[in-house]
């Protein structure tokens, strides 16, 4: 089965960055799959970030952190970053990595990021 793990999560301030990574279990090649990055704030749903497609690389990113969020591919590590700059509070949440083809959905665990001064 599919392994997904999150980590780069922390304690950052405001106008600081951080540098998410989303990796996958032996043998799975992320680069076969979309990739999506997903946050959920306390007492909130759960609300998509940023996504890259495995066909061609388009990506796209939620209004609220365009410009200062980049999603990026590593294939030779097999690994997806969200660069994340001038962190504001609002985006102190859990984040997770989805990964998905026509016929499957994975989660991983989720990592914390909070921005607080």
């Known amino acids: 089965q599919l392994q997904i793990v999150e980590s780069g999560g922390g304690l950052v301030q405001p106008g600081g960055s951080l540098r998410l990574s989303c990796g996958a279990s032996?043998?799975?090649?992320?680069?076969?799959?979309?990739i999506g990055w997903f946050r959920q704030a306390p007492g909130k749903a759960r609300e998509g970030v940023a996504c890259?497609?495995?066909?061609?690389?388009?990506?796209s990113y939620s209004d609220s952190v365009k410009s200062r969020f980049t999603i990026a591919r590593d294939n030779a590590n097999n690994i997806v970053y969200l660069q994340m700059n001038n962190l504001e509070p609002e985006d102190t949440a859990v984040y997770y990595c989805?990964?998905?083809?026509?016929?499957?959905?994975?989660w991983g665990q989720g990592t914390q990021v909070t921005v607080s001064s």
């Open positions: 032996t043998g799975v090649a992320l680069a076969n799959y979309a």
């Open positions: 989805n990964v998905r083809s026509l016929s499957t959905q994975n």
């Open positions: 890259i497609s495995e066909v061609d690389g388009f990506k």
